[in-house]
């Protein structure tokens, strides 16, 4: 993108008398700026959910049984033949909103985690989040309370994902001590993550050697995150906590900008570093833990799309934020349908491909580190 | 505007870094926070406005106790600078001066806040670097960023913490001169901590030395005397007058370490310092 600055001195910039044109050039200056930047952030911005409509589209036409795309149109607006409407308000709707609004928060949480702890590099999954997530949903199954996908009339859905959510705390808390009393650098916190990660993985190992076998089915779930179990309930749930995630991170935004200065000069603008911190964490964790209750772990969407939204309007959260959650929530409906078309008939789990496609933006975050910017 | 500081005292753990520290500071004045590396100047200035919560004593600014203010007051009072830092993402110049407008706005920035920026960013003639990453900047440049983040919340009380400490010749004195200006056309207290005595003899209206963790001596530019020199840094130097202002020579470390500086003797003793 082209970003002429006006030079001082330049002749050719004055268009009026040279007094007064002196005297406004600055103000005019940045005014020119913040204009170019507000329309590339609203280009971005518009951009980004044409993909993500165009995707979702996508994904509700493509399948085992295809569906063009005048015929999805047609069925969305409640037209086409039975088959087609049962196809897609059955099938591949509650599909695809589930794997937009998990992406979408699992997007937010990813940005919001690298904005709390200053670390680029984290992440749900690469701070061992959504594996101690995982981890207390698999005990909740075990205990015999059910899988939250099942059955949601029941409270057994509730006790799972509050069991996700209450282990994703524990993760979240030491990663919260690491960085209040030892001032961990983000590379000790990814370190942290990686054995937290482990830990929690072994213990869901440790579980399904003495689960019955469909206990283990229903813990291996959550292994492999797959968007396809949720239902409309479950999509609904996840909206609802997803969007007051997001509205929550969006009403402190500006504080959360201030905290990237640095502890000292962020307390020194009056904003409360240590609670800001905590909060955003524990929001942040709900956020995973709900998602990946529902859905099981589905790595680096956390870490992919707040790093291509960075990369193209830059830092403000304000911006950063809801612009991440669309990117997410495309870049989830997008692997999601890949992962269902690429060996049909056989459907692959999303959160393998998601794996595939993280790994090696992670491995060349590690070695890059700040550069690409 | 008055800052008032009474016997105040900060320790980390069971280290004592300040001790009964007295200082009061007018507005309308830059005030010069000298001593050497470890004296306790960033904790001093860190504990004006409660980055650091210090341990006994009592801070005023205009006469309110600063700990029974509320915190975003407080932030719009009493404007900080810091030493160094470096942010986890890039942000461009406006959007980090931007961030000095917190304590003044709602959740959101307004019109005034904005509009705030933009004279900001004209005062210190940073127009063509707005939508400029502020890690891309020069150092010089950086640290004007950072003054006009403290700056654009227009406070009372301002706290520098060695601001030119890693800056060039040109740098140091642009910096210095904004500062100054500010200081004395707004009405302004400013408090700058500062490693190079010419610098605070020339801009500074007053000077306190700080010796391990205590007011050494206060005054005009005219304590920084020899003595108060090797006291304080354990260093010999000549004081000289050029154009009526007082040129400070550092000669070399004194190697007998005097009584203020026993505590520093050791691994700083042999350091030469020259300019």
Redesign the interface.
């Known amino acids: 993108m082209a970003?002429e600055?006006?030079?001082?001195g330049d002749p050719g910039q004055y268009r009026r008398s040279e007094e007064p044109a002196r005297r406004q050039?600055?103000?005019e200056?940045?005014?020119e700026?913040?204009t170019?930047?507000t329309r590339r952030v609203y280009a971005v911005a518009s951009g980004s959910t044409l993909v993500l409509l165009l995707a979702s589209l996508a994904a509700i036409a493509i399948g085992s049984v295809h569906v063009p795309l005048a015929d999805v149109v047609a069925a969305l607006a409640g037209g086409g033949t039975p088959t087609q409407r049962a196809i897609v308000w059955n099938l591949r709707l509650p599909r695809v909103l589930g794997a937009v609004v998990a992406g979408a928060g699992l997007a937010v949480a990813g940005a919001a985690m690298?904005?709390v702890l200053?670390?680029?590099l984290g992440a749900p999954y690469t701070l061992g989040i959504s594996q101690a997530a995982a981890f207390g949903a698999a005990v909740a199954v075990v205990l015999g309370f059910g899988s939250a996908a099942s059955e949601l009339g029941s409270i057994g859905p509730y006790l799972t994902t509050v069991a996700a959510f209450l282990a994703a705390m524990v993760s979240t808390g030491l990663i919260l001590v690491l960085v209040t009393y030892r001032q961990a650098t983000?590379e000790t916190l990814i370190l942290t993550g990686v054995a937290v990660g482990s830990l929690f993985t072994a213990g869901m190992t440790l579980l399904q050697y003495f689960a019955s076998d469909t206990e283990v089915a229903a813990i291996v779930y959550w292994t492999f995150g797959d968007v396809g179990r949720a239902g409309w309930m479950h999509v609904a749930l996840m909206t609802a906590v997803v969007a007051a995630g997001l509205a929550y991170f969006l009403?402190?935004?500006?504080?959360y900008?201030?905290m990237?200065?640095?502890?000292?000069?962020a307390?020194?603008?009056?904003?409360?570093v240590e609670s800001l911190r905590v909060r955003g964490m524990a929001v942040a964790s709900l956020v995973t833990a709900i998602v990946i209750s529902f859905v099981g772990i589905i790595g680096f969407v956390g870490l992919v799309a707040p790093h291509v939204v960075?990369m193209l309007v830059?830092?403000?959260e304000?911006h950063l934020l809801p612009i991440t959650a669309v990117v997410g929530g495309a870049l989830l409906v997008a692997a999601d349908t890949l992962a269902r078309t690429v060996l049909a008939p056989v459907v692959l789990p999303v959160g393998i491909l998601t794996s595939f496609l993280g790994a090696p933006l992670f491995i060349y975050l590690v070695i890059n580190g700040?550069e690409y910017? | 505007m008055t800052l008032d500081v009474r016997d105040l005292a900060f320790a980390y753990g069971d280290e004592s870094v300040l001790e009964g520290v007295n200082l009061t500071a007018e507005s309308g004045e830059l005030l010069g926070l000298l001593g050497p590396n470890g004296s306790g100047k960033s904790t001093l200035l860190?504990s004006l406005?409660?980055?650091h919560e210090p341990d006994a004593g009592t801070v005023l600014v205009d006469g309110d106790r600063v700990s029974e203010l509320d915190?975003?007051?407080?932030?719009?009072r009493?404007?900080?600078v810091?030493q160094d830092?470096?942010?986890?993402?890039?942000?461009?110049v406006?959007?980090?001066i931007l961030?000095?407008r917190?304590?003044h706005?709602g959740?959101?920035?307004g019109r005034v806040d904005?509009a705030a920026?933009?004279?900001t960013?004209?005062?210190l003639?940073l127009?063509?670097?707005?939508?400029r990453?502020v890690a891309d900047l020069s150092g010089g440049q950086r640290q004007k960023v950072r003054l006009g983040?403290a700056l654009v919340?227009d406070p009372s009380v301002l706290?520098l913490d060695e601001p030119t400490s890693a800056l060039d010749l040109k740098h140091q004195l642009d910096v210095m001169e904004l500062v100054g200006e500010h200081v004395r056309d707004r009405g302004v207290t400013g408090i700058v901590a500062i490693h190079d005595l010419n610098l605070a003899a020339r801009y500074c209206d007053r000077v306190a030395l700080l010796s391990n963790g205590e007011i050494y001596d206060v005054g005009g530019p005219d304590v920084l005397t020899p003595e108060t020199i090797r006291a304080v840094y354990g260093v010999e130097a000549t004081v000289k007058h050029h154009r009526g202002r007082r040129l400070i020579v550092t000669e070399r470390s004194a190697r007998t370490p005097s009584v203020a500086s026993a505590a520093h003797s050791g691994p700083d003793d042999g350091r030469y310092c020259t300019r």
Not at chain 1, 5 to 8: G, Y
Not at chain 1, 267 to 272: A, C, R, T
Not at chain 2, 71 to 76: D, F
């Open positions: 970003s600055t006006v030079r001082d050039t600055g103000r200056t940045v005014r700026n913040r170019q930047t690298q904005t200053r670390n680029p983000p009403v402190n935004a500006w504080n900008d201030v990237d200065a640095g502890t000292a000069t307390k020194s603008l009056g904003v409360p960075r830059g830092g403000t304000r700040r910017w | 860190q406005n409660r980055i915190r975003t007051e407080l932030a719009r009493v404007g900080y810091p830092e470096q942010g986890a993402f890039p942000a461009t406006y959007e980090t961030q000095g917190r304590p706005g959740w959101s920035p904005r920026v933009e004279g960013i004209e005062q003639d127009a063509a670097f707005t939508s990453n983040r919340g706290l």
